[in-house]
């Protein structure tokens, strides 16, 4: 049964309320019934004003604030360079128009007013897979806002995605971003990703042309779950990974990096213990997978064997071997696996060492 907990109505949900829809009055109210404004839980406990860390607040950006509703957050509105001067109803009109219409749809939440903008309606939609979609309607803007699923997607077969998206029918804010067995275009997973994104999977997929992994970074600096994995490998990742998760992530809590890499090289073991420290959770899983085809040759890849096994020396000089690890709580510790892709010889080691 679907119920608002700041005016009781039985027509919208919490998140929806359009009686009180500024910070002020929809806190006042959480405070008053004393339920989170993020989970809607209530609660005896200080959970409202002094603690930082709602656990069930999977809405905001940073994951970390209370202090303000989801719409109002000043990140995703920064994410826009969303900057929104004093202006009479006169100018007003002419104003919209130097926005985007994504900007124009935060603009429109953000406002006190129900008739700031005449906008189509908006429809929200939670998730999205192309099993299920077979058309959009001209007369409505669907936003999505949690997850978009494309399987067996081939952008030069099905159009109707893309032009949805570049007519901005469809917009996307998606936190997870899952992509398997598909061929798309740069430009589309460029505009799919943003400072919203929180995981995001790229697996047996090709993209044309290439992009680089500093790109996706850049784009969606909130990452907290990575994995590219693709046959084709046009997600170009290099040797320089490390230099652009350090320069360009903004989350503090990243859990899992998985990436398939065409040389061995060493990498610089402080800036990864740097990166594990600062921007890691305590039990993140790093996976480095190197092309099996380096290994195919007459030789058997002695040479690219003998490679592997001088990191895996150099990276026992700053971490434990896992497999020496006694303890019950193993699948807890953070852990870095190193080894060709689908053949045995991995190595794992225990990344605790970089949290001292």
């Not at 608002?4 to 002020?24: A, G, L, P, R, V």
């Not at 850049?218 to 693709?230: E, G, R, T």
């Not at 503090?252 to 740097?274: R, Y």
């Amino acid at each position: 049964m679907i119920k608002c907990n700041f005016c009781d109505s039985e027509t919208h949900e919490s998140k929806n309320c359009d009686k009180y829809i500024s910070d002020e009055s929809r806190k006042e109210i959480a405070d008053k019934n004393k339920f989170c404004c993020f989970c809607f839980v209530e609660s005896k406990f200080e959970h409202l004003k002094k603690e930082k860390g709602c656990k069930s607040n999977e809405n905001c950006i940073e994951r970390n604030s209370i202090e303000h509703h989801t719409i109002f957050c000043p990140e995703r509105i920064k994410a826009f360079k969303l900057f929104v001067p004093p202006i009479n109803e006169n100018l007003l009109p002419r104003f919209l128009d130097i926005f985007d219409f994504d900007e124009k749809y935060f603009l429109a939440l953000s406002s006190p007013t129900k008739d700031l903008l005449p906008l189509k309606q908006i429809k929200i939609m939670d998730s999205f897979s192309i099993k299920k979609i077979t058309k959009f309607s001209t007369f409505e803007t669907t936003v999505l806002n949690n997850s978009m699923t494309l399987n067996e997607y081939d952008i030069e077969k099905d159009k109707l995605i893309s032009f949805a998206i570049n007519s901005k029918i469809l917009i996307c804010f998606p936190r997870i971003i899952s992509i398997g067995n598909s061929k798309l275009s740069s430009q589309m997973i460029l505009q799919l990703l943003s400072p919203c994104t929180k995981k995001f999977s790229f697996l047996d997929s090709s993209c044309n042309p290439n992009i680089s992994f500093s790109e996706i970074i850049q784009k969606s600096p909130n990452l907290k779950f990575i994995l590219v994995y693709d046959f084709e490998r046009n997600i170009q990742i290099g040797n320089e990974w490390i230099n652009d998760l350090l320069k360009y992530s903004k989350c503090k809590n990243f859990q899992f990096l998985g990436i398939k890499l065409d040389e061995v090289e060493e990498f610089d073991i402080e800036k990864l213990k740097e990166f594990v420290k600062t921007k890691c959770s305590k039990n993140v899983t790093i996976s480095i997978n190197y092309n099996q085809e380096l290994i195919n040759g007459e030789d058997d890849g002695k040479e690219e064997w003998k490679k592997l096994d001088q990191v895996s020396q150099k990276l026992l000089k700053h971490f434990d071997d896992f497999y020496d690890i006694y303890s019950d709580e193993k699948d807890d510790l953070p852990s870095l696996r190193t080894g060709f892709d689908g053949v045995d010889g991995y190595h794992d080691f225990s990344l605790e060492n970089a949290f001292k």
